[in-house]
């Protein structure tokens, strides 16, 4: 029997050798025990430590509710990228009511989890990893055309497209944005 190099909680140990169990009483095969088993990797993942990500890369910590509670509280106000921003959002609101009641849906057979990322309140969230998302980063398109030239270095890979604008308005660049947009017209 080999040993998969994953983390486990002693729920996910449990159902593991319960499915190893079954298996070794041929109860299902080999390739349906294997499939379980992939089944329970993709359902215990946790983000990748902050320390551990590329630069620029954001970081997800999972939410952990009130103790005894599924009321869903704001995000630890140390993670929050704009302090000021969330202390306006929540001004006057009492407990349970700052933050979105939300629980995370199944994609792909794979619960999202609740994760702190910077906003001020906890969203869904699973990595690439977890869950596939197609981003399109190879996809050709014709439509896409080169950042302004006055882009902040912040935006390396953006992907712009050209500005289709109104009568009154046309093609130029706002400061701070990557993409040229609709201005007013002169």
Not at 22 to 43: D, V
């Amino acid at each position: 029997c080999s040993r998969l190099p994953i983390r486990t909680s002693g729920s996910t140990m449990f159902r593991l050798t319960v499915i190893s169990t079954i298996a070794a009483l041929g109860a299902f095969s080999a390739a349906e025990g294997k499939a379980l088993l992939n089944i329970a990797k993709k359902s215990e993942w946790t983000p990748e430590p902050c320390e551990e990500l590329e630069p620029g890369k954001p970081c997800a910590k999972l939410y952990e509710h009130p103790q005894g509670s599924t009321t869903v509280m704001p995000c630890p106000v140390e993670s929050h990228t704009n302090a000021d921003g969330c202390a306006a959002l929540f001004g006057g609101k009492g407990d349970g009511e700052q933050c979105p009641q939300i629980t995370c849906p199944k994609a792909l057979g794979v619960t999202m989890k609740l994760v702190c990322t910077g906003g001020c309140c906890p969203t869904c969230w699973a990595p690439d990893h977890v869950i596939g998302l197609d981003r399109h980063k190879a996809l050709e398109n014709p439509a896409v055309v080169d950042p302004a030239p006055q882009a902040p270095t912040t935006c390396g890979g953006v992907r712009c497209f050209e500005p289709v604008c109104a009568e009154g308005q046309k093609k130029g660049h706002v400061e701070g944005d990557c993409c040229y947009s609709c201005v007013p017209g002169r």
